[in-house]
């Protein structure tokens, strides 16, 4: 075991999964549904917490009852990386309000952006007037999300 990695027993993993789906149960439910009393499911969750295995309740809005229909996964290639700071691009990228999230990555591109917009025209004009002026830009390739399933990934 590496240093600072907790060791996971099959009920924490169990814990795990049961707040992944629904992050909101108490630990009375935790504890109901996996034969636990409420205190012990109560320490097992705050030591989980504690180690900072979990960080905290994430909420998932529907961006299609938005009215944000379209989600487009770009990939950025930076034209001038010597001239322009990553800094600078990053900070840019972040204050455009249909960017949702902003990696920087090792690979063909220098970063990852998951954009929203109401439908293709609209993302055409972010496109345009928003992601093609941000600064160092070069190269940039689109990728439409057609459908997503979220799962919980590995856990232990």
């Not at 055409?124 to 002026?133: A, C, D, G, K």
Request: hydrophobic share 45%; aromatic share 4%.
């Amino acid at each position: 075991m590496s240093a600072g990695v907790l060791d996971l027993d099959d009920v924490d993993r169990a814990i795990l999964r049961a707040l992944a789906v629904d992050g909101t149960l108490s630990a009375g439910e935790v504890g109901r549904r996996l034969c636990l009393s409420q205190p012990a499911a109560w320490r097992r969750i705050r030591r989980l917490e504690e180690a900072g295995v979990l960080a905290g309740l994430q909420v998932d809005v529907d961006r299609a009852a938005l009215g944000f229909g379209v989600t487009v996964f770009l990939g950025v290639k930076l034209a001038t990386k010597g001239r322009v700071s990553l800094e600078d691009f990053e900070r840019a990228a972040t204050a455009i309000p249909e960017v949702q999230v902003v990696q920087h990555v090792l690979g063909l591109f220098d970063y990852r952006l998951r954009v929203v917009a109401r439908d293709l025209a609209d993302f055409e004009r972010v496109l345009r007037r928003r992601i093609m002026t941000l600064p160092g830009v070069g190269n940039v390739e689109a990728n439409v999300l057609l459908t997503e399933e979220r799962r919980p990934g590995p856990l232990g």
